[in-house]
């Protein structure tokens, strides 16, 4: 999937819009005099154009090219029932040459990287000599698309305590994940690292102030801390082990993070005092997230059932002493991994991601398996899918304003994209079988384990 396609759809879709503006003028005039352009009351046309077969009183509005078709069919994505039969060419567009057998096989996707464009365009959103593709599902409205990408992908996604900000890494520009901030409703990018060496995983300090972030520019996956503009670098953390997804606790002055090598050759959950450098294992696990919830001090992670396994389940402990207590599986799926934990602004819910059949991947490793967005309530219950089954989904993160940003490529690339946590239940696109995570085993939905 190219991105570069994207723009040169949407340059090439401006011209179609100030064709169907003209379309609507004529329709108006026609209406009004009863005449229409060319001298006929039932079609108008322009000047090497088609008869655009607009009856007299139709209306139409610049830019609603494909939204006018696309409401004929449901949200799942149904057979395309072909263009009405009142859009058949009228006489007068008889002496222009008929669409070939391959005019009439293209579709829309083809069109737009093809030269030149089709003659007419209907009040419809159909153009001469295109056939119609099938409908592609997006699940509920409210998705939003906030990075946009030419080349490489957008991941790692994370937004600022104010939820204007969002930070991301992202190969924009070069083969090696470089952390960008934009504004959540702005398009102007503003690098923050620029070396030669990978730089992913930014976290937001509760104050907004700080970011913590991980890097290989010393050899290895280290953690690091920079203020928001992107100086005053330090590191955190050093050695042969990978240490990566760093979470700020809510004083700001803790660092909880994931860490692979030493001794176990496991996944092991690691904090660190930003001011005595002092570091400690607290468990085995992946991907920690720390509690905004300034009561209690805890942390939501994914930790494997079985060891080497893909088989994650969504966990959080208490930090009493700086020891682990209160170790509680929160959700798992039968048939699902889940991933990827984010706390709401509160701490009372959690978003993650789910893939379907984890073990099954492509030549590259990567999981080939349905990825999805979900919440939770901290107690796993009121379990929520946020996404629709349309694309890859990932990394979630919790904003203030009330949604969920993650990782998506529904729009052809990997960028980011966010959608409303308490939106009503999406409705799946072409989905089979059900990959809800199931709650764990015990009372209340939950297991307890000491």
Known sequence: MNSDRIGSINRRWSEPSRWLAKATLAAAVATL???????????????GMHDSHIEPGATASAGSTTDAASQQFDETGGSDPGPATANKPSASGAGAPPPSAHDLSMSYE???ESAPPPASINVFGEFDGVERGK?????????????FVIEGYDGDVAVDPTGRYIVYSSTRHIEHPQIYMQRVDGTSVTQLTNDSADNAFPAFSPDGKQIAFCSTRSGNWDVYVMD?????VVQVTSGQNQDLHPSFAPDCKRLAYCSIGGRSNQWELWTANLQTNEKRMIGFGLFPSWSPDKAVDRIAYQRSRQRGSRWFSLWTMDLIDGEARNVTEVAVSAN???VSPSWSPDGRKMAFATIVEPARTSGKGKPEGQQDIWTIHADGTNRHR??????????????ADNRVYFVSNRGGTECVWSGQADAPPTRMAEHKGDDAPKPAVGSSDTRETH
Not at 228 to 232: A, E, L, M, T, V
């Open 228 to 232: 928001s503009d992107g100086r005053n």
């Open 386 to 399: 946020l996404t629709d089954g349309n694309g890859t989904n990932a990394v979630p993160c919790w904003g």
């Open 336 to 338: 699902a991994a889940i």
């Open 33 to 47: 005099t009863g005449v229409s352009m060319n001298g006929c009351t039932s079609s108008f046309r322009m000047p």
């Open 110 to 112: 083809s069109f737009a």
């Open 135 to 147: 409908v592609k599902a997006i699940g509920e409205v409210g998705f939003q698309q906030h990075t």
